[in-house]
């Protein structure tokens, strides 16, 4: 069991740390627009801090269930990572709804 929650830990932590670069990347990109590149830098930096707390987070907690299902052994890691990794694309797809909808208010 002990391997199983490495693994799990491993992949899924891994993850959320890529799945935050990309964040970044986006914002980067968005950066290089001369009207909204400094909000873009800021706001992706704070969107993805965000993303990568919550994202931990559950990762935590989802792995915090994989000592309930001890007799279903190795078996029981696919599905832990299959709904760590849909969660995960969910909370990455709000996160980069978020940056663009900062990007596209306007300032007074």
Excluded: W
């Excluded at 590149?37 to 935590?60: D, E, K, M």
């Excluded at 990572?81 to 909370?91: M, Y």
């Amino acid at each position: 069991m002990f391997a199983t929650s490495l693994i799990y830990l491993a992949a899924s932590l891994g993850t959320v740390f890529v799945l935050s670069l990309m964040i970044l990347k986006i914002g980067k990109m968005l950066g290089d627009c001369p009207e909204t590149g400094f909000r873009a830098r800021t706001a992706s930096v704070t969107v993805a801090t965000g993303y990568a707390a919550i994202g931990a987070g559950s990762v935590l907690l989802i792995g915090a269930a994989l000592p309930l299902f001890q007799e279903a052994g190795n078996l029981v890691l696919l599905p832990m990572l299959g709904f760590a990794a849909l969660c995960l694309g969910l909370g990455f797809t709000q996160a980069v709804t978020t940056l663009r909808h900062v990007l596209a208010e306007k300032t007074a």
